[in-house]
């Protein structure tokens, strides 16, 4: 009878020559020349948006704050490829499907967000609107006191 160690049948079942192969064998961990090209990517992608708002390099600062949101997208890859080491062949594809399902689900949230509380500022407050945007709201909100109005009865209210 041979003498047969259990951890040379693993390495031998799955392909691995030597115990010093396995860790190599399930992900890239990165090596110090990719995570410094990485923090390198990172501080440049902090210093330029933080130098285009201390400069006030657009004029209109929704500009500057599309301009921003287009570094932080950069910036959120760069972390995910050079530290957390995402890309499409670890774990069989996984991790990128379930951070594609994820970034859709933050968009769907985002935009449903933005759009809820965009009617809710339009729609809730119709008593403060000019005259101009009243025309095509329906009759029974016209009954409703303009906000100058409010103000006329605040001030009569305080000279009793």
Do not use: R
């Not at 390099?57 to 932080?72: I, P, Y």
């Not at 339009?122 to 006191?145: L, V």
């Amino acid at each position: 009878m041979s003498a047969h160690h259990p951890q040379s049948a693993h390495a031998a079942e799955h392909g691995h020559h030597g115990g010093h192969d396995h860790h190599h064998a399930h992900a890239d961990h990165g090596s110090l020349k990719s995570y410094a090209t990485g923090f390198v990517l990172a501080v440049i992608l902090t210093a330029i948006p933080f130098w285009l708002v201390i400069g006030k390099v657009f004029d209109k600062s929704s500009t500057t704050g599309l301009v921003l949101l287009g570094f932080a997208a950069v910036q959120i890859v760069v972390h995910m490829v050079y530290f957390l080491h995402m890309n499409t062949k670890s774990e069989g594809g996984w991790s990128m499907l379930a951070l594609i399902f994820t970034v859709m689900l933050v968009i769907i949230m985002l935009c449903g967000s933005l759009w809820v509380m965009y009617h809710l500022n339009h729609n809730m407050m119709p008593g403060m609107m000019p005259d101009s945007m009243q025309e095509g709201m329906p009759e029974s909100m016209h009954e409703m006191p303009k906000m100058h109005d409010m103000h006329d009865m605040h001030n009569m209210h305080d000279m009793q």
